[in-house]
């Protein structure tokens, strides 16, 4: 485990003249290589921000104390280290991995620890000291305490060596010019060679070979570094991108849908487990083997693999190992932490290796097989647990040793070779890190991040696995979900660097003053790889609504190619298009978040589970040129055939449909029959019919719950004077108790007033009076209906 050092850059709790003692918490050893050193910088109590590209640095020197208990120049030898930003991992945490440069010789450090901006600025030092341990105690001797003209030479010799400033030829030079010194000073060649081979016994002056091997061995070092520099630089950062490859559709509640753990077993060969959804047995799914590339399926089976989240392959034994991952809302919790062996060739389940008495794990969420260790990876989001080939614990990485917290999301880990990917953070992003078996832990790469669609179309969703190639491929598999509607698994392809060339959707178009609409098609489709155009469909109106989110192309259009009976039309953050169905139908429709959406018309032939509606629309400004719903009033789960909350709605009924009307507004061109406002804060622009009774003393029949929520009554009144058959257009504003309602209307030279006085309270109190004028005589229809509507027109 690695110890975190905490220092603060405001209250040190140390004199101003002592030394940091670190040695409790670190400490070196000669020979260590890249040894992780984790300090914690504060300022007043609060995490350190690192502003201005400020960055680690170590310096002092190695050695022996001296009479103050420090090691200088004279005693120790300098040492140096200045950090990257890559060395800042978060939180106020810098993570420096030392050179075996720091440690050249058993004895102390004792030197300055802080943190220098860009220009190499000291902004704040702390005075620290540790052991550093001998390892191989032939490999250093002490300096003679005395120095002399060939002496001074030889320390510059391996000074440049060290530092790699110096080159055979300045050695060569330096020797001729001590030989000529020397000669001048009357020492003759005897003497001189002598005096030559008691300074290379006495204090390790390197011979040609010798100095030929350790230039050598710095060279391939160095070598090692600079490709370390370049991979860095390549892998920099930046957002990194996927080419789609195609998608696989499954219905939900039909078939096992629901994408999770995904490996592939080399070249293209992938597969993948689908997760049963509702109303199927959530503790079963199928394991799918198929070409990543072309989509041909090769091999299926049913398994009892639960939520199946992640699974990888071991190529030393030729099976797929499977981490269950058993959801927690089952009440068999037998499985959380086993992993099942799966034959590839047949995908049944050969073994479970039971890691109960072995993980502190309360679940496997995910699972890695690192070959070139030969060693197993299962993991949660807090903890990392590595098992050798027989499944005997070797240690644990902790996150919140590694990076100073726990992720809060995580899918799981990915591992090929010693790269391990960490797919978390966030659900588009994938750490990098490199296993150091040998030292237990972990050294990070990079990070990658995905922008949020691939090619300008085709969104990123949430990364389920990876699969790698034997070429240097890495295909990811990827699900799509819009809440509650799932069933589409997209699979990318990119390169070890995460950036691969794309050349985008031909339909995508690049925004403009004046932008053209760009269509969109949804059909029966059995291609691959849809992109959406009419030759090419997508293959599920989820794919489409995905899709259509792009914010590359500013106004779509998406027009239906047939009837889709199965699926629903399910809009979300959808914005600024027009839906085309040309009189195909849909299942249902679920509109949420979405603004400007057009509909030249929309039939449904069900009802979506979502909250049992034909359509449910919510938060959203859309309009229904056309509107036409199936019968689902003798379906008990459903009572309202369309749902409206907070939303603006332009909905031409041609159903007589069951509305229910929350906190929005709605118009129509017609009349609504069955439209239930519930508050005063719901507006209907267009008329409700309350209903038509032909005598008065009917007129609860006109009733409705609502009533009182409406701001305006109107009733047409037919009457039938002397054989004179004739109306009343008559509209008051709804009134506590009674709405009075008067009108006239003049008929062959003769004025009639109408007196329609409606008690919604007491229906029974209703009247309906008809009076000729000017004389106000009192007429008795022969015959009349009214019809009444209520509107907040």
């Not at 040492?79 to 050179?99: A, F, H, Q």
């Not at 390790?204 to 630089?233: I, N, R």
């Not at 097989?369 to 990876?377: K, V």
């Not at 004046?514 to 155009?533: M, R």
Request: glycine residues 8%; hydrophobic residues 35%.
């Amino acid at each position: 485990m690695i110890s975190t050092i905490t220092l603060d850059t405001y209250k040190q709790q140390i004199g101003s003249g002592d030394a940091f003692n670190l040695s409790d918490s670190f400490n070196g050893r000669v020979g260590d290589e890249q040894v992780p050193l984790v300090v914690h910088f504060k300022e007043r109590g609060l995490a350190h921000r690192f502003e201005d590209g400020l960055v680690p640095f170590l310096t002092g020197f190695v050695g022996s104390l001296d009479e103050n208990n420090q090691v200088t120049a004279d005693t120790g030898e300098a040492v140096s280290y200045v950090g990257t930003s890559d060395d800042i991992i978060g939180l106020g945490r810098v993570k420096m991995n030392l050179p075996g440069t720091m440690f050249p010789q058993e004895g102390y450090f004792y030197g300055f620890l802080g943190l220098q901006n860009a220009a190499g600025k000291r902004v704040t030092t702390f005075n620290v000291w540790f052991h550093v341990y001998n390892d191989n105690p032939d490999m250093f001797i002490n300096k003679a305490p005395f120095r002399t003209e060939l002496q001074k030479f030889l320390d510059e010799l391996q000074g440049r060596i060290n530092d790699a400033d110096g080159t055979l030829n300045d050695w060569k030079q330096k020797v001729s010019d001590l030989f000529t010194k020397l000669s001048n000073q009357g020492v003759d060649t005897q003497t001189l060679l002598t005096t030559l081979e008691q300074q290379i016994k006495a204090d390790g002056l390197l011979t040609q070979g010798a100095l030929d091997k350790a230039l050598s061995k710095f060279e391939d070092h160095f070598a090692s570094l600079q490709s370390k520099v370049d991979a860095s630089v390549a892998s920099a950062t930046t957002y990194a991108n996927m080419r789609r490859l195609g998608q696989k559709y499954r219905v939900q509640g039909s078939v096992a849908s629901n994408g999770q753990g995904f490996t592939g077993l080399g070249n293209t060969t992938v597969v993948q487990y689908f997760q049963n959804s509702y109303p199927l047995d959530l503790r079963y799914g199928t394991l799918v083997k198929f070409n990543v590339e072309t989509g041909t399926e090769i091999l299926s089976n049913e398994i009892m693999g639960y939520h199946g989240n992640s699974m990888t392959y071991n190529a030393t034994d030729g099976y797929i190992y499977f981490a269950m991952a058993e959801d927690a809302t089952n009440t068999d919790e037998a499985h959380k932490t086993k992993v099942l062996q799966i034959n590839p060739a047949t995908l049944t389940v050969k073994d479970t290796i039971d890691l109960t008495n072995k993980t502190a794990l309360p679940l496997i969420h995910s699972i890695g097989y690192d070959s070139a260790d030969n060693c197993f990876i299962v993991a949660d989001n807090k903890t990392m647990e590595f098992y050798d080939s027989s499944w005997d614990l070797q240690f644990t990485v902790k996150w919140s040793d590694l990076i100073g917290y726990d992720p809060w999301y995580m899918q799981g880990v990915q591992v090929h070779g010693t790269d391990l990917y960490w797919i978390g953070g966030r659900k588009s992003q994938i750490w990098a890190y490199t296993i150091d078996y040998a030292n237990k832990t972990l050294v990070y790469r990079t990070t990658y991040t995905f922008d949020d669609f691939q090619e300008d179309l085709y969104p990123t969703g949430e990364i389920e696995g990876m699969a790698f190639n034997d070429n240097g491929k890495i295909y990811l598999s990827s699900s799509i979900n819009i809440d509650k509607w799932g069933g589409l698994t997209q699979f990318y392809e990119t390169n070890h660097n995460f950036k691969i060339p794309v050349s985008g959707s031909m339909l995508v178009s690049i925004q403009n003053a004046d932008p053209d609409t760009i269509d969109f098609c949804v059909g029966n489709n059995s291609a691959y790889n849809p992109d959406g155009t009419a030759s090419n469909p997508f293959a599920s109106l989820l794919e489409a609504s995905v899709c259509l989110r792009t914010p590359s192309t500013p106004v779509k259009q998406l027009t239906l190619l047939n009837d889709m009976p199965e699926e629903t039309l399910a809009l979300v953050n959808v914005n600024n298009i027009m839906v085309k169905t040309q009189g195909f139908s849909v299942k249902a429709a679920v509109i949420l978040s979405c603004n400007n959406i057009y509909f030249d018309q929309l039939k449904v032939g069900g009802y979506s589970k979502y909250k049992m509606n034909a359509l449910y629309v919510f938060n959203s400004n859309i309009r229904f040129n056309g509107w036409q719903c199936a019968d689902l009033s003798t379906n008990t789960d459903v009572t309202e055939d369309v749902h409206i909350e907070r939303s603006q709605v332009y909905l031409q009924d041609n159903s007589k449909s069951r509305i229910g009307l929350y906190n929005s507004t709605m118009d129509s061109a017609g009349s609504t029959y069955h439209l239930v406002k519930q508050n005063v804060m719901a507006k209907l622009l267009s008329n409700q019919v309350l209903g038509t009774i032909s005598d008065v003393k009917n007129a609860s029949q006109l009733a409705a719950k609502d009533f009182s929520y409406y701001a305006n009554m109107n009733a047409t009144i037919s009457v039938n004077i002397a054989g004179t058959q004739f109306d009343f257009n008559l509209s008051a504003p709804i009134t506590p108790g009674t709405v009075n309602l008067i009108g006239y209307t003049e008929v062959q030279g003769t004025i009639y007033m109408c007196a329609f006085h409606y008690a919604y309270m007491v229906p029974a109190n209703s009247t309906l009076e008809i009076y000729s004028l000017p004389a106000f005589t009192k007429v008795t229809p022969v015959s009349y209906s009214i019809t009444a509507t209520v509107s907040d027109e």
